[in-house]
């Protein structure tokens, strides 16, 4: 019988994945993953709930259930290069590395050396063969979609990963919950970084970086604050500006580096927000194959819609996109993900 260890995180939608795969005739067992162990007793951290959730979940579908902990390769492989991104004034998506180097590296490796065939999550994504390959592609759900945070998934991980998810809508998969008395039926949906959970993201980096305070000013020079460090800022941010006055509101255009200034402009449609060319690196295309220079869709952060936009090569890891319209807020150190109508291709790092 096929093995299939599914990754429950104390979520709905890992806990109807498994169900699903369970009714389908699967040997279907859980595991919780730990990924983090600091602050677990500062009131943010959710881990004993959500690793309750799961074991509860676990015993309604009568699975087995086992808890690991992933915190040391989740430091090493994903929080060392979260800070020292912020660190150079960039905007990391540590979800998108979490994905690649924890549930489907070392997550995927423990379940195939345990004799499993598969890992399965609750992601809305589906998987479509492609000339001899297993391609990401959007779920049914637009709206749920998370191919983006997977486009750096290889070929190993895609073909070993099942995702019972990908043509259900979120509204159906509660009402599955619902229907079989799931004990997190109603939970809500976790937001925020997944160590960070729903603290203060500034007091959450004040501990591991120091405040190192500037100027706050307009592209002409004009000094209207003071920033507390450039990076506790993200280019596009409006909140926590601290510039009052009337007319429109205020938004971070930029970072120097070498001056320790924070740009802000006045106006969401300013022209220093609107950029038509990004150059990204740390390529990843799923199925080993670099798309030829073409139209494609992209986007460059999950919230935003996808834009059509001309691909070519600046070297053998470096693209370079031109926008068929400008993108609002461009940021380094984000992800642009591609897109061939469905199918997610691939993407890289915004520089």
């Known amino acids: 019988m096929t093995k299939i260890v599914v990754g429950l995180s104390g979520g709905v939608d890992s806990s109807v994945s498994a169900y699903l795969l ?80 924890i549930k489907f590296k070392a997550f995927l490796n423990h379940a195939l050396k345990n004799g499993a065939d598969y890992l399965a999550t609750g992601h809305y994504v589906n998987k479509t063969s492609l000339n001899n390959y297993e391609v990401l592609s959007k779920a049914i759900d637009q709206n749920k979609d998370q191919s983006y945070f997977l ?79 450039l990076m506790y800022y993200t280019i596009g941010q409006r909140k926590g500006l601290g510039i009052g006055g009337l007319g429109e509101p205020w938004f971070v255009a930029d970072k120097n580096l070498s001056t320790n200034e924070l740009i802000v402009v006045q106006g969401h449609e300013h022209p220093l927000l609107l950029k038509k060319e990004l150059i990204a690196n740390q390529l990843t295309f799923g199925c080993g194959v670099k798309p030829i220079p073409s139209t494609y869709t992209a986007k460059t952060r999950y919230r935003m819609n996808e834009a059509k936009c001309y691909l070519s090569y600046i070297d053998d890891n470096t693209i370079k996109l031109i926008f068929e319209e400008a993108q609002w807020a461009i940021t380094p150190g984000q992800s642009v993900v591609i897109y061939d109508n469905d199918l997610c291709i691939g993407g890289g790092i915004i520089v």
């Not at 959500?50 to 309604?60: K, L, T």
């Not at 259900?168 to 160590?195: H, M, W, Y």
């Open 22 to 101: 369970k009714q389908q005739g699967y040997d279907v067992s859980g595991v919780f993953m730990q990924n983090w162990e600091e602050d677990d007793n500062d009131g943010y951290c959710t881990i004993k709930e959500d690793s309750m959730d799961a074991v509860a979940v676990a015993d309604c579908l009568n699975i087995d259930i086992e808890i690991i902990n992933f915190a040391t390769e989740y430091k090493d492989n994903v929080f060392k290069y979260f800070l020292a991104e912020y660190k150079n004034g960039r905007t990391p998506n540590p979800d998108v590395l979490c994905n690649s180097e």
């Open 151 to 229: 486009y750096r998934l290889n070929q190993h991980q895609i073909k070993h990963s099942l995702f019972p998810l990908g043509n259900l809508t979120k509204p159906e998969v509660r009402k599955i919950a619902e229907k079989i008395n799931l004990p997190n039926a109603q939970k809500k949906d976790s937001t925020g970084i997944c160590f960070i959970g729903e603290r203060p993201f500034r007091d959450f980096l004040k501990k591991y970086m120091p405040t190192i305070p500037g100027k706050m000013v307009t592209p002409n020079g004009k000094i209207m604050g003071e920033h507390i460090g």
